[in-house]
């Protein structure tokens, strides 16, 4: 399984950004649960927000509640994160991940499949 994320950049506090994560690979399934993670630096990767096969159950840090909403295209073997109001704490490398089943999928560690990450700078 391959993991390409994209949609990172730079934006001023209280802006808006996409990012997608387009999965690849004769063993992946659209059946995976998919999920984003981030990582700031000289600080541990962290959870963001999960979604399940079709987006039916999702999950979310309490610091983005609120403001993020992941999303899934299963026809594309997409899955996207709506970041809106976004604050300079939010700056960090964002990462996808896909598993066939993270038994706590707030844990990196449960996770097998992971992309390249995409940077996302907030200013003040």
């Known amino acids: 399984v391959q993991l390409q994320a994209s949609g990172g950049g730079l934006v001023q506090a209280r802006g808006s950004l996409r990012l997608a994560c387009v999965a690849s690979g004769r063993t992946f399934s659209t059946s995976y649960p998919m999920g984003w993670f981030r990582q700031a630096p000289g600080k541990e990767r962290e959870f963001v927000a999960a979604?399940?096969?079709?987006?039916?159950?999702?999950y979310y840090a309490e610091s983005v509640k609120g403001r993020f909403t992941i999303s899934r295209d299963n026809f594309k073997n997409t899955v996207f994160l709506q970041m809106n109001s976004l604050k300079p704490e939010d700056t960090a490398t964002y990462y996808c991940?896909?598993?066939?089943?993270?038994?706590?999928?707030?844990?990196?560690?449960?996770?097998?499949?992971w992309g390249q990450g995409t940077q996302v700078t907030v200013s003040s």
């Open positions: 991940a896909a598993d066939p089943g993270p038994q706590n999928p707030y844990s990196d560690r449960e996770w097998v499949y």
């Open positions: 979604a399940n096969y079709n987006a039916g159950a999702t």
